[in-house]
């Protein structure tokens, strides 16, 4: 026996009270025992929203608690570096993090166990090599250019390239992952398990008499992201071979490149998008501004979680409906747009209402970037409006004109922050995102339209679609 909601329901409850909840309990037992793609799909992003809740309040609680033992000016030091690193580290993978999500379901699907065994095997080895690379000549370049970089960023920065192979390392994984949806596994040790870990070696180095600076957060970043990648190879390698049974390999290196390359373009795109607000603060403002205008971005941490939720949980279903009937990859994108914004609107209403009461916990003069929050928050919004779009493209072999969609949203984004923050400081930067933002979901709901025919809108309705 199972457990079933509606059942329950109708055992425990007055029956008057079970009638009027059946209909919604009826959905949460599709949600969570529906065996076909759908049901899979739904429970993955269940899951996926929930790991992000979960995750919004430690990472909250972690960044009140660095905020206050380091003060804002190292705390912006710290967060600059940091959100840096994981920038580059994502970026590191070069598309292959995502490129698996489209392969292992095809090859398992087609029965081309070779070519199965050869991608899992040949995509850790690339990226491992390619983000250690990439390490070794980040930290040529900041010595370098130490002369031109305040002083205080020089040493963080060098030590922050130590994590770059890691954290390229457990994005692939996440992929390797998502697209066996293992949503625990994919999941859990990026939102969950790393952010406890910082905390915990941050506090344990306080503890023993460490200074509450930047470089100690960055030591403590360090152990947690080795220990927390690590755990995640062994735990995804012990799954990944008992499901794919031993025997010879393929690799297609050049095919699956030549794949990812756009894929890699379309995230640097997105993540560069996504912090180039960041980035551009600590560029033309001090360390304090930095700490202030990450605090209020992190406030928003509750509305975003259900976009990426979503976006986790269906990408996998799209490569795979991509190659049935182009009706039913309709019916299925439609349905994701109102899974991502009817659930944003709700959270954006929710931070807005104690996003004050949430900066102060900060500190003090963190309560600036409130008024920040009602700019920023139609952005989100708009995002939200046209589902994960981006993920729709990617893998129905679009994502060149994704790709482009991105590269123009993003030149976009820094010229406006280039032009606002001199003039607007704080509010300059959040307008250029929030403008950013509402160009980036016209631009790729329109794509999709042209693409594929479907109207990626919350208020079109689905007969709207081509």
């Known amino acids: 026996m199972r457990f079933s909601a509606a059942t329950t329901a109708g055992r425990f409850l007055p029956q008057r009270w079970a009638l009027r909840m059946g209909p919604l309990l009826g959905r949460i037992d599709a949600v969570l025992f529906t065996a076909d793609e759908r049901g899979e799909a739904s429970r993955m992003s269940v899951i996926a929203f929930s790991v992000r809740i979960v995750s919004a309040v430690i990472a909250f609680v972690s960044q009140v608690l660095m905020a206050r033992w380091m003060g804002s000016f190292e705390y912006g030091i710290f967060v600059l570096v940091w959100v840096t690193m994981v920038i580059v580290g994502n970026l590191a993978c070069?598309?292959?993090h995502t490129s698996v999500i489209r392969y292992i379901p095809e090859y398992r699907e087609r029965g081309l166990m070779d070519e199965l065994r050869g991608i899992v095997l040949a995509s850790?080895?690339?990226v491992l090599i390619a983000s250690t690379l990439i390490a070794g000549v980040g930290a040529l370049g900041v010595w370098l250019a130490a002369p031109w970089i305040e002083s205080y960023y020089v040493i963080p920065f060098i030590l922050g390239v130590i994590c770059l192979p890691m954290i390229a390392m457990s994005d692939l994984l996440s992929g390797l992952a998502r697209a066996n949806s293992w949503a625990l596994f994919a999941l859990s040790p990026t939102?969950?398990?790393?952010?406890?870990?910082?905390l915990l070696f941050m506090a344990l180095m306080l503890f023993v008499g460490y200074a509450p600076d930047a470089r100690t957060a960055i030591f403590a970043s360090i152990a947690a992201t080795y220990a927390t990648t690590l755990g995640q190879l062994v735990g995804v390698t012990q799954r990944m071979e008992r499901q794919i049974p031993a025997g010879p390999m393929k690799v297609h290196f050049v095919q699956w490149f030549i794949v990812s390359l756009p894929i890699f373009l379309v995230e640097s795109f997105f993540f560069l998008l996504t912090n180039a607000d960041v980035l551009m603060v600590g560029a033309y403002m001090d360390p304090n501004d930095v700490a202030v205008y990450f605090a209020t971005v992190k406030t928003l941490a509750l509305v975003h979680f259900v976009y990426f939720a979503v976006k986790a949980g269906v990408a996998q279903r799209y490569a795979q409906f991509t190659h049935g009937d182009p009706q039913?990859?309709?019916a299925f994108a439609r349905e994701t747009v109102s899974w991502t914004f009817w659930p944003s609107l709700l959270m954006a209403l929710l931070?807005?209402?104690?996003?004050?009461?949430?900066?102060?916990?900060?500190?003090p003069e963190f309560t600036s970037g409130y008024p920040l929050l009602f700019l920023l928050v139609f952005g989100v919004v708009a995002r939200a409006a046209v589902g994960p779009c981006e993920s729709l493209l990617t893998m129905s072999g679009n994502q060149n004109i994704c790709a482009a969609v991105y590269a123009m949203t993003l030149a976009f984004n820094i010229a406006l922050n280039v032009v606002l923050i001199p003039m607007f400081g704080l509010w300059g930067?959040?307008?250029?995102t929030a403008f950013a933002m509402i160009f980036e979901a016209g631009a790729l709901s329109f794509t999709v339209w042209r693409k594929l025919g479907i109207a990626m809108l919350i208020f079109v309705p689905a007969?709207?679609?081509a």
């Open 429 to 432: 930067a959040a307008m250029a």
């Open 328 to 330: 039913r990859l309709a």
């Open 124 to 126: 850790r080895l690339f």
């Open 351 to 363: 931070v807005l209402a104690l996003g004050e009461p949430m900066l102060v916990l900060f500190g």
């Open 191 to 198: 939102y969950l398990v790393r952010p406890v870990l910082i």
């Open 94 to 96: 070069l598309g292959f």
């Open 463 to 465: 007969k709207g679609a």
